[in-house]
Nanobody, 116 residues
Framework: QVQLAESGGGLVQPGGSLTLSCAAS????????MRWYRQAPGKERELVAG????????NYADSVKGRFTISRDNAKNTVYLQMNNLKPEDTAIYSC?????????WGQGTQVTVSS
């Protein structure tokens, strides 16, 4: 059974930092591309960042470029999202996704709230 478990969310002031983690089990993690998505209240889900299976390629939404960094540790079956200089508009539920061809798995998500 595939499981993706996000952690690291919380309440942070504008300008602050958080690091999200997504621990995967039940799959050969190193074969999967990994992505972080977010969904704010009343808005559609958007792709925040992605990383290829061997970390050779990363991509980011324009809104987070220069502030967020995605990384992975295949030995720990974990993908990370380092978020710096957080803004109120970054407030959302952040979810990780594992994808390989037609296979796609989701975590439950973790809430990030940026507020003073």
């Amino acid at each position: 059974q595939v499981q993706l478990a996000e952690s690291g969310g919380g309440l942070v002031q504008p300008g602050g930092s958080l690091t999200l983690s997504c621990a995967a089990s039940g799959l050969t993690f190193s074969n999967y591309g990994m992505r972080w998505y977010r969904q704010a209240p009343g808005k559609e889900r958007e792709l925040v960042a992605g990383i290829s299976s061997r970390s050779t390629t990363t991509n980011y939404a324009d809104s987070v470029k220069g502030r967020f960094t995605i990384s992975r540790d295949n030995a720990k079956n974990t993908v990370y999202l380092q978020m710096n200089n957080l803004k109120p508009e970054d407030t959302a539920i952040y979810s990780c996704n594992a994808a390989l061809l037609a296979l796609s798995y989701w975590g439950q998500g973790t809430q990030v709230t940026v507020s003073s």
